[in-house]
């Protein structure tokens, strides 16, 4: 009993391990100039492209229903005209950057492992290596960057549609005056508020690329592990998203408040 | 020259390869038969830096190339055709980008050279008309010759073909084999292939070797070969032959 659990701990370690030379390999093709921007155009395209709609379509929906919750709510006490600044905060500071890292893991990151896991097992990440080419390079670098560039940009687009959501809620259910919700939101973001969103996004696509490229990567065991390593790369991306936002927002909230 | 020492492998604690040591010349064909699961592909993968020995040396060139760093293997490649069993070919890219793949990596021929030369060799696998398909709608052999052609287009000094004909019909085959025999020896590349197909080995081999249970049963000419009294050898070469 006990020798299966070490073996497994062990096992665990190791694969940790690996992932983290494997972000080494990455960053070192990075840093030492190595990147194919045409390559990484093509996929800030198509990631970009993949999630788009449904990131709008849900930060809509969440600006919608934070205004009317926030409108109900906000009523019993008499403050109506807060729903202007419950929305906008709750979409920079939190909601924005965590629903779109989800969506995105979930659409583009489920792609960046189910095509480089494809690759992997009809050898086509091997025959890369045949040609002398480094597939760190070619394959992993342009899907790594294009992760790390795309996402905090969609949160951005995420958090103005949620606040349209919001205001049209604002102004029609709750009916504000157009100019009071629109003088109440600007008053009410900090910088703080938007950059340490911006923070947390950027940390969030960094670690849902490592996750997807490095799944994908390693893939083995053919269709079925194509389907069973992408699986676990999104189920390991919503884990590492919430844990690190639990960690980043008690960083943020002690030295920025 | 590749001389490949005492090499080892086991594989999820399967042993796959067991001392295996031969040795092929400047400019030599040498091709490998042997069963179906034999190691063939293992050992093939050993002479590319793919799969790392756990005993043995593979001397390429005068260098141990089991002792290069990956970057030294990347470099050691540009000089190296492989085709893989089953193609490997970039299933996101189409016939003429996948050949003009390694063009474009390695040289810097101009969009109407690297034309010219994809064309060129398309032509040599007798391929017309593929050039904007994708892989995916191309049947296997078909996808082999598009694997061939893209382990060619660099004039390759060291050429290793993981059964170049399997999947092809007989006269594909053996067209193929004698375009091999004709492409290497213009070239002067070592070429190593493995292969079930005997009767084309025999044709265009320079040398013949045959692996059982992951060791080299014999080794040398087809005449030698032929004339080989053990058991498994007369048995697979009997049954091979029409
Ligand atoms: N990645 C791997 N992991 C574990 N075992 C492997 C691996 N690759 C190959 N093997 C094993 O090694 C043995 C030799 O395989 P190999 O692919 O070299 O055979 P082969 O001679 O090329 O056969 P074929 O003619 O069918 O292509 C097989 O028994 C196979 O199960
Ligand atoms: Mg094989």
């Known amino acids: 009993m006990n020798v299966v659990i070490v073996k497994n701990l062990m096992a665990r370690l190791n694969a940790m391990g690996e992932a983290v030379l494997f972000l080494g390999d990455v960053l070192k093709v990075i840093f030492s100039g190595r990147v194919r921007f045409s390559q990484v155009l093509m996929q800030m395209y198509y990631q970009g492209v993949q999630s788009v709609v449904i990131v709008i379509l849900a930060s809509m929906a969440s600006g919608v229903v934070l205004g009317l919750q926030g409108s109900a709510t906000l009523q019993r006490f008499g403050a109506r005209e807060f729903i202007a600044p419950l929305v906008a905060l709750s979409l920079l500071r939190e909601l924005g950057p965590v629903f779109t890292a989800f969506i995105y893991s979930g659409k583009s990151g489920a792609g960046i492992t189910a095509e480089l896991g494809t690759m992997n097992t009809h050898e086509q990440i091997q025959a890369t290596r045949a040609l002398g080419v480094d597939p760190i390079e070619f394959l992993v670098v342009p899907r790594f960057l294009a992760c790390v560039l795309v996402l905090p940009v969609l949160v951005i687009i995420a958090e103005l549609v949620g606040m349209l959501g919001g205001y049209i809620v604002g102004i029609t259910q709750a009916q504000l005056p157009s100019a009071i919700y629109i003088r109440q939101t600007m008053q009410s973001i900090h910088y703080v508020d938007f950059f340490s969103g911006l923070i947390k996004s950027v940390f969030f696509s960094v670690i849902v690329a490592w996750i997807c490229c490095y799944q994908g990567f390693f893939t083995s065991g053919g269709a079925l592990g194509v389907g069973r390593f992408t699986t676990r790369a999104v189920a390991y991306s919503y884990i590492a998203v919430l844990l690190s936002n639990v960690v980043l927002t008690m960083f943020i909230l002690t030295v920025w408040g | ?242």
């Open chain 2, 1 to 242: 020259m590749i001389k490949v020492n005492h090499l080892s492998k086991t594989l999820d604690d399967q042993k796959v390869l067991t001392d295996i040591s031969f040795q092929v010349s400047e400019g030599e064909i040498l091709i490998i038969l042997g069963p179906s699961g034999v190691g063939k592909t293992v050992l093939l993968k050993h002479l590319i830096g793919l799969l790392q020995p756990d005993q043995g040396s593979i001397v390429i060139n005068g260098k141990d190339i089991t002792k290069f760093s990956q970057q030294q293997q990347l470099a050691m490649r540009k000089d190296f055709g492989y085709l893989f069993q089953e193609g490997a070919l970039y299933d996101f890219m189409n016939v003429f980008e996948n050949v003009a793949f390694p063009l474009r990596e390695h040289t810097n021929f101009n969009a109407s050279k690297i034309r010219q030369r994809v064309q060129e060799v398309l032509d040599m696998v007798d391929l017309h008309q593929v050039e904007s398909k994708m892989p995916l709608e191309l049947s296997g052999g078909m996808k082999k010759r598009v694997g061939l052609a893209r382990a060619i287009v660099l004039s390759a000094k060291i050429l290793l073909c993981d059964e170049p004909t399997s999947g092809l019909d007989p006269i594909r085959s053996h067209d193929i084999s004698d375009l091999i025999r004709q492409v290497v020896k213009k070239i002067g590349a070592t070429t190593v292939i493995t292969s079930h197909d005997v009767i084309n080995a025999f044709r265009i081999a320079d040398r013949v070797a045959i692996l059982h249970e992951g060791r080299m049963e014999v080794m040398g000419t087809v005449q030698e070969v032929s004339s080989c009294q053990d058991a498994f050898v007369k048995e697979f070469l009997q049954l091979s032959k029409v």
